[in-house]
């Protein structure tokens, strides 16, 4: 049976082991950048759909979202800007019935079920949720393919990947409710850690510089960073102001400083990315695909022989299908690049089930250009060896945060410089590896989109769940209208590497 949550009156409000009274409380500005990111040919929601057999009742997933979903008071909340940034404020209307919905497919469910509800994924991605209510909901497909399909949709401003993985999970059988909130009293004076420290009073600042950067070419550029002054000079300056606000002094502090400057030039002077029909002017329709999984366990031994990590594996693969996709279209890619900002959790994964938003976004290159799949796998660890211990995944973070306290015109203006040198955004997310039940039925397949923001018109997604990987992909219609021939080339790509790792001299080392 549906009901409606009855609220209670204000003296009396409902209180939460996370976040204690539900009411009004301000939104960082992280999250406000998030919120405000919003356009007609991208809007900021996270997109999923859990495939379930055998198929569940409308009546049983309303209850369970609302044992369940509903103990986060965020999701009981609305939002409510105003001209200094955005709130969060208790919907006193709230009706689970505008959030948990029946949907229907058309007829070609009956004979292409995957079809059918790729196209209608497509058709939501660019449907904006009602801002005068919780910005998420869930659509309830109740007879699809011998079973049911559950599709979500949930503003990036109510929180990050990471954190909503482990909020959805709560949702499944066994699923854990959210830990008491510990409040944790602040120092008596100066800044609470180095760390945060670091944050307020180097990065920031930093980020700014760097913003001015990235609209300046060439010498430019260079110019604008010099106009920072001699970065020994300010770090010394800054360190001071540290050591006066509480923060004990270390060698490991000014190392971290100079690694921030070194890594901001990095971020500022990123050159536009290569020109390929993958980047351009959006327009406003979206195309969604997936594969079936790829085994896991095949990929990690792929890894071990090759002495790379199973994310390497996979990007290769991502690197080799996109090349390949752009070669059938007649594109000339030998020796291209393309960049893929990919998101990196910041807060400890112990924490994951907090809410918000807290990562940062790391430059990855994919050679779609190398053609040899050993070659390609090589190049793709090196890269991302030489991103380890980067700062620019906090830099970036710190530059959401900036953008949160700018007017939206300027906060466009500052993000459209990234959008013109990246053409994806690309996420991997370890899910469990044993395939988890929801109201008694068992969930067969978990598949997720993040947003893409500006002009950036494709995102990849890899999860694994259930000892297999699989991979999915969010485009704009106009830039690559058949996103499904990018993801009909993954499992090819990963066979190729495969064989040819196999026909390796038993026992060599990979360089």
Known sequence: ?????????????????????????????????WLRMDSPSNLMMIMGVWIIKPAVSYAAVCQRI?????????????????????SWVEDSHFDIRHHVLREKLPALARTEPERALQARLGELALQPLDPDRPLWDFRLVEHYDGGSALLVRIHHCIADGLALIAVTQSLVDGGTEPPKRRVKEAPSGG????????????????????????????AGAAQALSAMGDPRTL????????????????SEIAKLAYQVLRDGTALALMADDSPTRLKGTPGQAKRVAWCQPIPLDEVRAIGKALHCSINDVLLACVAGAIGKYLRSHGDVVDGKEIRAMVPVNLRPMDQAHKLGNQFGLAPVVLPIGTEHPLARVYEVRRRMGELKGSMQPLLAFALLAVAGLLIKPAQDAMLSLFSRKTTAVMTNV????????????TLEQTLFWVPQSGTVGLGVSILSYGGGVQFGIISDSTLCPNPQAIIDEFEPEFNKLKLLTLMLPWGEIAI
Do not use: N
Request: with cysteine; net charge positive; glycine share 8%.
């Open 191 to 218: 800044w609470e850690s180095a760390e945060e420290w670091m944050s307020h009073t180097l990065i920031e600042p930093l980020t700014v510089a760097a913003v001015k950067t990235l609209d300046a070419a060439g």
């Open 430 to 441: 370890p899910g469990p590896r044993d395939k988890l039940k929801f109201c008694g039925s």
């Open 1 to 33: 049976m549906v009901t409606r949550i009855s609220r209670p009156q204000p003296a009396a409000a409902p209180t939460s082991p996370q976040h204690g009274p539900v009411g009004t409380e301000r939104m960082s500005k992280v999250d406000t950048a």
């Open 235 to 250: 770090l010394d300056k800054l360190v001071s102001q540290g050591f006066s606000k509480g923060v004990a002094g270390s």
């Open 66 to 86: 609302e044992e369940r979903l509903l103990k986060y008071p965020r999701f009981l909340q609305k939002v409510r800007q105003d001209a200094t940034g955005a």
